[in-house]
């Protein structure tokens, strides 16, 4: 699986301790989900492409912005309340606010949005797919430690049945009946079950503690798995033909589906492409006003009386009137700021006509980037077809192989049940009794090796059919 790889290297940086409690199957893949990094990562991700969903649904809603600043000028200028240039220091505040909206844009809100929600589904089939791997992986994991397990107990059995045929050797060499040369080759297959019953321990604990690094558990020592038998189960998934299966397959498997999502997000963004070359048109409002500190010449409600020039004739003075003002304090803020107001509003129309072929040329990429998903999802449903018809094959091998195991072990046990009765009775030789024995040991282990095997290989292929672990 292509998890497989990622799932191994990031089960070294997490790390949780164990009871000593016998896991079952279905809570060592609970913990295996809930645990494994590459999990997490993914269901960030995940979450990333919601908050993409949001920004897509944000497009939609009309940007406000409000500002301020309020200046010192300090130098040479003119004092604007009595017109003389003085070295003065003045100050004034400003406010603004403004909104707009987009009115269109060639559709590109509306497809990137939909991009948006195609990223999001595409993220959880990602993510179930990568559970499924996983949930297989630790499958796989927990049968092999069964397998082992009751490969221990098989060479268990079989060294105390050898103890016992030593040490009924021994009595009948006591009592003449053998001579001492009928023990050796015995001997010989004591001290070779017991290698084997070695052999068959570490296994099983180099499995249990494979499967606890599997769950992220440091505790190899008090890890375990229960002890419920698995029977051989009973499917009619083989009486189907691996084309059923596979057109099975294509209505749920999740890279079948993120394989068809990715398809139409790949659409959307030539979409999202050729949006840029229509047309956007945009309306907007700006509201501003402006706050001076610096003080104000008031009229005082008296007249002044200039002279502005004489009579030609009379020489009578001619004056002119100017209301008389004053220096007063500025205006409140409050009056300012409604006196000084300003408004603006009005339409936004952008033409796209030349940009350096930069607009057509993304399109022109996203149209390769179409065809490359699209081939990328042949092969995934090749890859797909070719991986149901190996576990097809591999299920029905296995099952015929368990089939033919089964008879073995019948006759390899009728065959040294005879042959401890003749060796009882004298009438065999040890080193011929041994053959039958090892031949029997041989098939105890196969018939168990099978018996995982073909589970396996058939919860496999269910697995691709859509039936539960």
Partial sequence: MKTFVTFLLSIMTFVVSAQGKAYTLEECVLIALDKNISIKQSEINLEGSKIDKSDAMGNFLPQLNAQSQHIWNSGLSQNITTGLIENLTTQFSSFGANVGVTIFNGRQNINQLARANLNLIAGQYQLDDMKDDISL?????????????????????????????????????????????????????????????????????LSRISLAQLLLITDYEK????????????????????????????????????????????????????????????????????????????????????????????????????????????????????????????????????????????????VLNLERIENQFEQTKLDLENTINQAYNNAEGALKFFQASDKTLIARKQAFEIANNRFEAGVMNSFDFIQAKQRYEIASSDIIRAKYDYIFKLKVLEFYFGLKL
């Fill in 137 to 205: 992986f630790v499958a796989n994991a927990f049968l092999q430690v069964k397998f082992n397990r009751e490969l221990a107990q098989v060479q268990r059995y079989q060294l105390e049945l050898t103890q016992k045929d030593v040490k009924r050797t021994q009595d009948r060499i006591s009592a003449g009946v053998l001579t001492r040369a009928d023990i050796y080759e015995i001997e010989a297959n004591l001290a070779q079950q017991e290698q084997s019953l070695i052999q068959a321990e570490n296994s099983y604990r």
């Fill in 223 to 366: 890890f375990d798995i229960s002890s419920e038998d698995f029977e051989i189960p009973i499917s009619e998934i083989l009486l189907k033909n691996p084309k059923d299966i596979f057109e099975k397959a294509l209505t749920f498997r999740n890279d079948i589906k993120l394989g068809v999502t990715n398809i139409e997000i790949a659409k959307k963004d030539i979409d999202i492409a050729k949006g840029t070359l229509a047309p956007s048109v945009s309306a907007f409002y700006n509201y501003n006003t402006r706050i001076s500190y610096s003080d104000i010449l008031v009229q005082t409600g008296n007249a002044l009386e200039v002279p502005v020039g004489f009579v030609k004739d009379n020489g009578a003075l001619v004056v002119t009137q100017f209301p008389e003002r004053q220096l007063a304090e500025p205006l409140s803020f409050g009056n300012q700021f409604g006196q000084n107001d300003g408004h603006s509003y009005g339409l936004s129309l952008n033409i796209p006509i030349f940009n350096g072929s930069a607009a057509r040329n993304n399109i022109k990429r996203r």
